[in-house]
C-alpha cells in the first residue's frame, strides 16, 4: 500500500476545538492516524493530549483560544495557520452544558453555552472557509448532537445551540455547493467520555449496581442499543467524511446515536 492510501490526510491541517479529551480528543487522534497534522485547543490535560497525538508521527501544537472571544478565535487561527500551514479541516466540537428550567436559566449561563456551542463555529467558518475555498478543498466538520432534533428538559440553550449547528451547517453548505469545501455535522447521542464514565462509577457506587447495569440505567430511554458511542466511532466519521467517498455529502447530518432519534 502507498502512504496516501494508509495515512490519507498525509499533509492536511486539521482544527479540533475542544480537543483536550473526550470527543474532541477522540476526534484529533484519528485525523492524526489519518496522517493530518492537529491544531489541540480546549482546557484539559494539555500535555496528555498532546503527547497522545505526538506518538502518532504528526505535527502537533495546542492553541488555548477562549471560545467565548471572536478576537482570540481570530488569533488562534491566525497562529495555527503560520504555524502547520493553512486549515485544511475544521472540526466544531467545543461545547459546554448546564441544567435548569427556562424560567431559572441564568442569563450569564444562557450567554456562554450559545457563544461557546454556536458562535464560535460560526467565527471559526467565517475565517476558515473563504481559505479553504481559495485552496480548492476543505471540509468542515460541525458537532451537533441528538438534541439537534429533539429537547430535553432542562437544557434550553444547549438544546438553541445544536439546532442552530445544524442549520447554520446546512446554510454553510449551501453556499458552498460549487466549492470544493463541504460542510457537514455529526450528531452524537450519548458518548462514553471521561465525564460520563464518572457518571457511571458514581451511579454504580451509590446504588451498589455493576457497571453493565449502570450504563443500562443512564442510557434506559435514551439509546435503544443500551451501548454508549465511543469518541473513536465519531472520530473515524469524521475521517470518512474527509475522504473522497464523501465529497458530495453537503449539509448531511450523521446521527451516531444508538437509535435514540429513530424512536
Not at 439509546?223 to 458511542?229: A, H, I, K
Request: hydrophobic share 45%.
Amino acid at each position: 500500500m502507498t502512504e496516501r492510501t494508509l495515512r490519507p490526510l498525509a499533509g492536511r491541517t486539521a482544527l479540533v476545538t475542544g480537543s483536550t479529551s473526550g470527543i474532541g480528543l477522540g476526534i484529533a487522534t484519528a485525523l492524526a492516524q489519518a496522517g493530518a497534522n492537529i491544531v489541540l485547543n480546549g482546557f484539559g490535560d494539555v500535555s496528555e493530549a498532546v503527547a497522545a497525538i505526538e506518538c502518532l508521527g504528526v505535527e502537533v501544537m495546542y492553541q488555548g483560544a477562549d471560545m467565548t472571544r471572536p478576537d482570540e478565535i481570530a488569533n488562534m487561527m491566525g497562529e495555527a495557520a503560520s504555524t502547520l500551514g493553512p486549515i485544511d479541516i475544521l472540526v466544531n466540537n467545543a461545547g459546554i452544558q448546564f441544567v435548569a428550567n427556562v424560567d431559572e436559566f441564568p442569563v450569564e449561563k444562557w450567554d456562554e453555552i450559545i457563544a461557546i456551542n454556536l458562535s464560535s463555529s460560526f467565527h471559526t467558518m467565517r475565517l476558515g472557509i473563504p481559505v479553504m475555498r481559495e485552496r480548492g478543498w476543505g471540509r468542515v466538520i460541525n458537532i451537533a448532537s441528538v438534541h439537534g432534533f429533539v429537547g430535553s428538559v432542562g437544557k434550553s440553550a444547549y438544546v438553541a445551540a445544536k439546532h442552530g449547528i445544524i442549520g447554520l451547517t446546512k446554510v454553510a453548505a449551501l453556499e458552498n455547493a460549487h466549492a470544493g469545501v463541504t460542510v457537514n455535522a455529526i450528531c452524537p447521542g450519548f458518548v462514553l467520555t471521561p465525564l460520563v464514565q464518572r457518571q457511571v462509577d458514581a451511579l454504580a457506587q451509590r446504588e451498589a449496581l455493576t457497571q453493565s447495569e449502570a450504563q443500562a440505567r443512564l442510557l434506559v430511554g435514551k439509546q435503544p442499543s443500551g451501548q454508549f458511542v465511543r469518541p473513536e466511532q465519531i472520530g473515524r466519521t469524521a475521517v470518512f467524511l474527509c475522504s473522497d467517498a464523501a465529497t458530495e455529502m453537503r449539509g448531511s447530518t450523521i446521527q451516531i446515536d444508538g437509535g435514540w432519534t429513530a424512536q
